[in-house]
């Protein structure tokens, strides 16, 4: 299913589903280095997970500008998101980078979206750029292992 995280039609909106995303994407990452086989997976994983908690630092210091509560967990989807690793670690660590490829093409597909977003503002560009690099990045590696 497509995320419409990104479209939201307010900023406060906006940047408490993208929190809820990164709280989702880091129990995913939590989930799956538990998981693993491969010493080097485990490692670049955990790096990848790091990227993720900055953004929630990042992101977190947003909310209080727009007079929103920060979330400080993910919502459902987390289900969907460790269920899928979950499952694929049936098939071994490969499998598992695969599932995680799913996550991180639909969390860069809401950063773009953020982006392209007619209320993301001038202070929010910057913080959605950098996730936008780095959510390309970790989907790249795990393109290539898996």
Do not use: C
């Not at 994983?45 to 929630?56: G, I, L, N, P, T």
């Not at 269920?83 to 980078?97: F, Q, T």
């Amino acid at each position: 299913m497509p995320t419409t995280v990104g479209t939201e039609s307010n900023p406060q909106d906006l940047v408490r589903n993208l929190l809820q995303l990164e709280h989702d994407a880091i129990a995913a990452y939590d989930s799956t280095i538990e998981r693993l086989d491969n010493a080097a997976y485990r490692e670049k994983v955990a790096e990848f997970r790091r990227d993720h908690e900055a953004h929630v630092q990042e992101l977190g210091r947003i909310p209080n500008t727009l007079g929103a509560p920060a979330p400080r967990e993910g919502d459902m989807k987390q289900l969907l998101t460790t269920g899928k690793v979950a499952l694929a670690d049936l098939a071994g660590d490969e499998a598992m980078l695969k599932a995680m490829k799913t996550n991180e093409d639909d969390t860069v597909k809401a950063y773009e979206q953020a982006l392209s977003n007619s209320v993301t503002d001038a202070a929010l560009r910057p913080v959605l750029e950098k996730g936008l690099s780095d959510e390309r990045h970790h989907r790249t590696w795990m393109e290539t292992v898996s």
